[in-house]
T-cell receptor
Framework: NAGVMQNPRHLVRRRGQEARLRCSPM?????VYWYRQLPEEGLKFMVY????????ESGMPKERFSAEFPKEGPSILRIQQVVRGDSAAYFC?????????????FGEGSWLTVV | SQQGEEDPQALSIQEGENATMNCSYK?????LQWYRQNSGRGLVHLIL?????REKHSGRLRVTLDTSKKSSSLLITASRAADTASYFC???????????FGTGTRLQVFP
């Protein structure tokens, strides 16, 4: 049973380019979360999605960032016109999302470096 | 806003010693989860304790939860150099499915 799969693991982008980060949840999990971790800091919530629906995007910056979780395929976190401050580790997590407060499992992360 | 605060921020001990990390939070919770993160890696789930539980064990790990004080502790007994990592508590507030992370404790275990 594969865990949460993220790719790419490492991504380098020049300022102004777009970054696309992908996440496939654990088998049977219908809910996906994205978190951002700046160096030497904890994880900050960005967005929470289920298939074709954004449940909570209160942690997403208002501009340049978007997330989706289509009916088919992985969840995508998209950052347009990246700036140096976007350099961080982006973690995806998944859960059953059945409201029972089950364990949330994390992927290995995608490290974005903006040069 | 960040839900959890952890202390200490950093902890250095010798192999064989016990390590205790504490986590405080602000709102009522469904459960509290502890994770480990090695440098440059993802988060590994260690243990989940529900709001109606007071203590849980898993191998060399012991977690306590005091909902009246809104605090939890993680004890690692007989530590090993391989336990060197950052440890995070994360709370699942009532009526949400959104984990809120603490600031983490960086543990270094010297051989």
């Amino acid at each position: 049973n594969a865990g949460v799969m993220q790719n790419p693991r490492h991504l380098v982008r020049r300022r102004g380019q777009e970054a696309r980060l992908r996440c496939s949840p654990m088998k049977g999990h219908s809910h996906v979360y994205w978190y951002r971790q700046l160096p030497e800091e904890g994880l900050k919530f960005m967005v929470y999605l289920q298939k074709e629906n954004i449940i909570d995007e209160s942690g997403m910056p208002k501009e340049r960032f978007s997330a989706e979780f289509p009916k088919e395929g992985p969840s995508i976190l998209r950052i347009q016109q990246v700036v140096r401050g976007d350099s961080a580790a982006y973690f995806c997590a998944s859960s059953l999302g059945d409201g029972s407060g089950n364990t949330i499992y994390f992927g290995e992360g995608s490290w974005l470096t903006v040069v | 806003s960040q839900q959890g605060e952890e202390d200490p921020q950093a902890l250095s001990i010798q192999e064989g010693e016990n390590a205790t990390m504490n986590c405080s939070y602000k709102t009522s919770i469904n459960n509290l989860q502890w994770y480990r993160q090695n440098s440059g890696r993802g988060l590994v789930h260690l243990i989940l304790i529900r709001s109606n539980e007071r203590e849980k064990h898993s191998g060399r790990l012991r977690v306590t939860l005091d909902t009246s004080k809104k605090s939890s502790s993680l004890l690692i007994t007989a530590s090993r150099a391989a336990d060197t990592a950052s440890y995070f508590c994360a709370t699942l507030p009532y009526n949400t499915d959104k984990l809120i992370f603490g600031t983490g404790t960086r543990l270094q275990v010297f051989p």
